[in-house]
């Protein structure tokens, strides 16, 4: 149907050529006038039908990789996605640019669900999305054994790996489409999976024989940093006033409860926060999604079981309140942030009891002992890179065997680089202390002994006579929670997965006896004022007419009941305002604007800069 629409545009016009090749699909269709990275080389193996398994940083472009070689060969697109919720937005994205596009998913009603399946056998459709728990059904391999099919993408291909922190059960069973249609070409793509989760994936999907496209992890964009936590509520509200004020964001936290409470203090705080948490029903999750999506400044609070396909491309900060349980789920989760390429933060919050109860939950798990001694190396990097005094890009994409050769300048230990202290003594002091006490007690007890608070629980068991009581009475409380905090993500303190006490563990033997130093990073609030940092750059004398594409593009979004990102990213916009186009021919100038949405929404926006150009000149 694309190469249909493209053909009958290149004859009324008499401008482009007929062929329909990946060049014209890319340029017509989505607008852009030449690929990104290895997105040409990807599309070309897939097109002369070579298997592909993509890993490339969220925002780089993933997408384009199924959706040209879908328009150029012959047959329908079956893109197996788990976002059902999300289906509806991925195919309004489509059809606006001209792409015949549609799903089957369970929220369909009967008769939708048939006419969709007459129309994929009939070959109507450019792109289909299919749920992998319908996908496997034998009704619907029975389908598209009926059907034409130009290529299989598997998106969010690390819901392959089992014991990953978006682990799908039902794409354990999508080798089907390997051994059914061999010779049907398969991508799969993903934004996240280190090494091991690669192999996971290659061996669960049968795709020892693709080609693998590894592009680098950076995210350039984005500013990481990352805080012990001191009023995690204050300092929440801090950066979202000074430096997000009117953002759409997320904000992540641990658990269902924590969700709910954020939410409503940020609301009581003047924030439009919602929400979202598997524990709400199905309508209230996609009612805030909705909403999250296609309004402005709209911070959504969630467990992360939001936010995996989110496409909206102007979320200009991510915040979590409670350290994830990995670098991969890190990684993934702070993407979400900036995915137009403009500048974006992620800010990560985090104490003594997210060690705690993260390590609590490894230990808990009833994965085999193998499983969780390697969620437990997760849980250890991830600590490692909380406490890094050096670069955390650098050792970000290291972790996914990638390579940035100097420190990158835009995250919080390159832009404030932080002080280191001799903590040897101190260590030991504190160490001691817990194994006096009997290694039965947290962090708060242990912190009373060592400063000498006399009070009933010291007296109660006879802490109050300890050799370490009070040895530590110079160093403030706060200090001592700091110190217990980078000891046990260094691995020398280890804790009781049932009551939370201090544990010593065998690597602290060698700092007790004196055969080993310590330099630990100095907690320090920070002190630079950060101004809100804009994402968009508009020049002054430009602002009212930035201000009315921008409402003329909600009016459109409205009108055909779409997120404003599907009419135009504010990127594109950016583009329109630099080269104020006069005609529909000047408007496919712009990045990011094909033919299709061109013709359906050039001319309003045509108008808009008519009129700002006439008042210029009256």
């Known amino acids: 149907m694309v190469a249909f629409f493209i053909a009958a545009y290149c004859i009324a016009n008499e401008r482009y050529p007929m062929e329909v090749t990946p060049h014209s699909v890319l340029e017509h ?33 993933k997408s384009l990789c199924y959706q040209i070689p879908a328009l150029v060969r012959n047959g329908v697109a079956i893109v197996v996605s788990p976002l059902i919720a999300l289906m509806q937005d991925q195919v309004e994205a489509l059809r606006a640019l001209g792409v015949k596009a549609g799903f089957l998913n369970s929220t369909l009603s009967a008769q939708e669900i048939y006419d969709n399946e007459q ?54 069973r999508l080798d089907v489409l390997h051994r059914e249609f061999p010779n049907v070409p398969r991508i799969a793509l993903t934004a996240t999976a280190d090494t091991r989760t690669r192999q996971e994936i290659i061996e669960r999907l049968a795709l020892e024989q693709a080609e693998q496209f590894v592009s680098g992890f950076d995210r350039p964009n984005i500013q990481y940093r990352i805080h012990p936590k001191d009023k995690p509520r204050q300092q929440l509200t801090k950066f979202l006033r000074q430096e997000h004020d009117g953002d759409a964001g997320i904000v992540y936290c641990l658990s269902r409860d924590k969700v709910e409470k954020t939410a409503s203090w940020l609301q009581a705080e003047g924030f439009e926060a919602l929400p979202y948490h598997a524990g709400l029903s199905a309508e209230i999750r996609a009612y805030h999604q909705r909403r999250f999506l296609r309004e402005d400044s709209i911070i959504m609070v969630a467990t992360i079981a939001f936010g995996m396909g989110i496409d909206k491309p102007d979320v200009r900060f991510v915040a979590h309140l409670d350290m994830p349980k990995s670098i991969e789920a890190y990684y993934q989760e702070t993407g979400r942030a900036g995915r137009d390429g403009a500048p974006s933060t992620a800010l990560l919050l985090y104490g003594f009891e997210d060690v705690v109860k993260l390590r609590q939950m490894t230990s808990n798990n009833e994965g085999s002992e193998a499983f969780r001694r390697a969620e437990q190396e997760r849980l250890n990097a991830m600590l490692a890179l909380c406490e890094l005094a050096s670069c955390r890009r650098q050792t970000l994409l290291r972790y996914f065997d990638d390579d940035l050769s100097k420190p990158c300048g835009n995250c919080d230990t390159c832009l404030e680089p932080p002080k280191t202290w001799d903590a040897t003594e101190a260590a030991q002091k504190a160490l001691s202390c817990v194994y006096r006490t009997g290694q039965r007690f947290g962090v708060q007890h242990v912190v009373d002994v060592l400063r000498g608070e006399n009070n009933e629980r010291a007296k109660q068991y006879g802490h109050d006579q300890l050799s370490t009581f009070g040895i530590g009475a110079e160093t403030p409380q706060q200090e001592w929670k700091a110190l217990f905090r980078q000891l046990a993500a260094l691995g020398y303190l280890d804790v009781d997965r049932e009551y939370g006490s201090l544990l010593l563990t065998e690597s602290c033997r060698h700092l007790l006896r004196g055969e080993k130093t310590l330099e630990l990073r100095k907690d320090t609030k920070t002190t630079t004022k950060r101004s809100k940092r804009q994402a968009i750059e508009i020049d002054h004398e430009d602002l ?22 599907v009419i135009f990213h504010d990127v594109t916009l950016q583009n329109m305002l630099h080269l104020k186009p006069n005609t529909i021919q000047q408007m496919l100038e712009v990045s990011g604007i094909g033919d299709a949405k061109a013709q359906k929404y050039g001319h309003a926006f045509l108008d808009i800069l008519r009129e700002y150009e006439y008042k210029g000149t009256d």
Not at 31 to 60: C, H, K
Not at 136 to 161: G, P, W, Y
Not at 544 to 565: D, F, I, T
């Open 119 to 172: 129309a994929l056998q009939s070959g109507t459709f450019d792109v289909m999305y299919v749920a992998p728990e319908r996908l496997i059904q034998a009704r619907t391999i029975n389908l598209l054994q009926h059907s034409q099919i130009a290529l299989f993408a598997i998106d969010e291909a690390h819901c392959v790996a089992q014991w990953g922190h978006d682990f799908r059960a039902d794409y354990l």
């Open 544 to 565: 009212a007419l930035w201000h009315a594409l921008r409402q003329c593009r909600r009016r459109l979004a409205e009108e055909y009941g779409v997120p404003p990102y």
């Open 29 to 61: 269709t989505f607008g852009y006038s030449e690929f990104r990275g290895q997105q040409e080389a990807i599309v070309n193996a897939v097109i002369g039908g070579q298997d592909a398994l993509v890993l490339m940083p969220t925002g780089g472009g």
